[in-house]
């Protein structure tokens, strides 16, 4: 056993990265083996072995010692506690779903607390007939699940920063969810309403201060839209879209309207603010890139991250997420030294289609200073651009879509920082 | 040969309509008539070509008292940024981050102006300005933006035709088929 130990442990790419199948094969312990337990019933025994415990509860909340495992919330103005985002902290997650009080927020002028009996959707514009909708009616509908990740197009946009920022990886990349939504496939209820032949875009509205609104292409919105009226299993939270949001897999977050209350068929977009001063990407020619749907190919590493410090040398797992818009991840692969050498991480079964994709790979750590990063390849053969290489092709001003390789910086005391290689 | 093709025909027939193996899914039908008069502003988009602009006008003059008094604590005097985002200006757009982008540099279309003021402004009362004062609004910061004169009067017949310095400054990914 000792020598398979050792055997497995040599390395299949530089810095000491280690056979993707090494845990599964060896069973390799991280930590030392516990005193055996004293034998006297009772003896020894912790207070909450040796008396009942708390009464059932109706809403379950996690542990009082998980209690700083929180969302960060940063605002864009002062003027207005409303306008800005709520990050997961995905450096304390594992797995691939998000926990619903742990789902990003970003929104533009607050959480509306509106009253399911008096919401509506209505779909209207270039229809046969205009039609509305309430929360009852749309719960007889027949319904679809699906597990997606919602990422705000605005995610990562430090990444464009000229120096590195230093914060938690939540901080910075936490503007990605992955959840099970439930709810009624969007089509069933344009085919209600009958769409004319003219239209070719859906004008969503939301029901929130402001009328947050932004226009869909009709076939991807019908292709596998959907009218998301469960999160998780539980009906939306508040700050999610209750009662209803558009959910439109794999494409930038703020398409997915929440709170929605209008979809108007059209001929052409609205070009509200959101689509156009907003939500585009200015290149260096001085022209923007607008209606950019899909989520690129992208991953990062979130176990070790920004912040945390490696214990001595020695075994560790390097865990992270990948995830891209346009179809499953492929592949995922981990470099200790800046690039130089890769080797490919495990994937967590079943990696499914535009759904946060959980990666893990071996590492033995020598002590000495290393650079850590991920490179997603998706199943349309995308692969996760160096940050130099999305640097040279979009400039630093674009704001949105930023999906290069991530780099962690561990020095010689195991301490872990952002840099750009 | 000829009936396999049929068959893989029928099969994506089948799942380009969405159905499952049993027909298309059976819905209730409880969709509830909609007249035109109950969808509120809200539930309308405003469209480049004019389409969904309410009947009213504003002048610059009158807009700009109403800048000043219920919109230059955010935006500044005369749109100049404030701890909302800068509304004027007219600068090369090349190298201007994404806050500072100013109407007159990079908006496309007018239309949206008069929109999102009446949609979503002032940010701790929105929908409460009229369609006159939005109208105003709009002409304010156009003019403001040197894109029409002190003169002009806005309503739903001249906002269309206004064109911005921008208005061919986009690259329309939806029209990139491989871009989707």
Known sequence: MQAESDDALQPVAGGGLLDRRVFLRCGLSFTPVLAAAPVAAGEGLPAWSSRPGLPFADYGQPSPHERRVLRRVGLNFQVSGGNGAAWTPIEDLEGTLTPNGLHFVRSHNGTPEIDPARHRLVVHGRVRRALGFGVDALRRYPMRSCQVFLECGGNSSAGWYEEPVERPVGLVHGLVSCSEWSGVPLGLLLDEAGVEAEASWIVATGADAGGFQMSVPLARAREDGLVALFQNGERLRPENGYPMRLLLPGCKGSVSVKWLRSLQLADQPAMSRNETARYTELLPSGQARQFTMVMDVKSVITTPSHGQSLQGPGVYEVRGLAWSGHGRIAKVEVSADGGASWAEAALQAPALPRCLTRFRIGWRWSGKPAVLQSRAVDETGRVQPTRAALVAERGRLGFYHYHAIVSWDVDAHGYVSHTYG | ?180
């Open chain 2, 1 to 180: 040969m000829a009936r396999r093709a049929v068959a893989a025909w029928l099969c994506a027939a089948v799942l380009e309509a969405g159905a499952g193996p049993l027909g298309p899914p059976a819905t209730p039908g409880l969709g509830e008539p909609v007249s035109a008069a109950a969808l509120t502003a809200a539930d309308l988009g405003v469209f480049p070509d004019g389409r969904g602009l309410p009947a009213g006008r504003g002048d610059v003059p009158t807009g700009r008292a109403l800048f000043e008094a219920r919109c230059a604590s955010c935006h500044g005097p005369a749109g100049a940024g404030g701890s909302g985002g800068r509304l004027v200006g007219r600068e090369p757009l090349a190298g201007t981050p994404l806050s500072f982008r100013s109407v007159g540099q990079f908006w496309p279309y007018a239309t949206t102006l008069f929109d999102y003021i009446r949609r979503a402004m002032p940010l701790d009362r929105p929908g409460t300005l009229s369609v006159d004062e939005s109208y105003a609004l709009t002409a304010y910061l156009l003019q403001a933006n040197g894109v029409i004169g002190e003169d002009a009067v806005i309503d739903a017949r001249s906002l269309p035709a206004v064109r911005m310095p921008n208005r061919d400054g986009f690259i329309r990914r939806d029209r990139e088929p491989a871009a989707r």
